[in-house]
């Protein structure tokens, strides 16, 4: 194809391009008038044939492109923008809090003192346990006692009486003096 027919296929592409179109259409229209000019051509020239357009068909097109996809691609980047500063803002409390974390030593003495109150609380109740023990013990030998108290009593009680019994009897055995009549 020549410069000259190049620039008539331009001109239709051209005239075709309205500013209302949107993309899809002048592309269509761009097509239909490409395939109409390819079929004028025969075989060995469709194989060789690329079609040239103008600077004002280009620009038509990029501008029907950019307006077809710039309002979503100021959404997206207002969208990453507002989400690039709520990052930020989030990484600096956060920050701000691992400092909090790493200035308070209190916190390993904290984790250390917990610690020791395990096992304080682990010696209390082996404490508690030995003293319920003992409790107990001491009350089995307080009633044993007891029992080995009114034991005796009653072994000091029987020997009292046992001994009574002797003296009463010795008493009795003992010659009695005559009386006189």
Not at 21 to 45: G, I, M, N, Y
Request: hydrophobic share 30%; net charge neutral; aromatic share 2%.
């Amino acid at each position: 194809m020549d410069d000259s027919s190049s620039l008539v296929v331009e001109k239709n592409i051209v005239d075709h391009v309205d500013t209302s179109d949107d993309v899809s259409t002048v592309v269509e229209k761009k097509e239909a008038s490409d395939l109409d000019q390819l079929k004028a051509f025969d075989s060995t020239q469709k194989q060789d044939y690329i079609p040239k357009t103008s600077q004002e068909t280009v620009g038509k097109l990029t501008q029907g492109l950019l307006d077809h996809f710039l309002p979503e691609a100021v959404k997206a980047k207002t969208s990453l923008e507002e989400l690039t500063s709520n990052q930020e803002i989030l990484l600096e409390t956060i920050q701000h809090e691992n400092a909090k974390f790493l200035d308070c030593h209190p916190m390993g003495s904290l984790t250390e003192t917990m610690t020791k109150a395990r096992q304080y609380r682990a010696r209390l109740l082996d404490v508690k346990k030995d003293m319920a023990a003992l409790h107990e013990k001491s009350a089995k030998l307080k009633k044993r006692a007891l029992k080995l108290q009114q034991q005796k009593q009653k072994e000091a009680l029987q020997k009292e009486q046992q001994r009574e019994r002797e003296l009463e009897r010795e008493r009795q055995l003992m010659a009695k003096p005559a009386r006189k009549h």
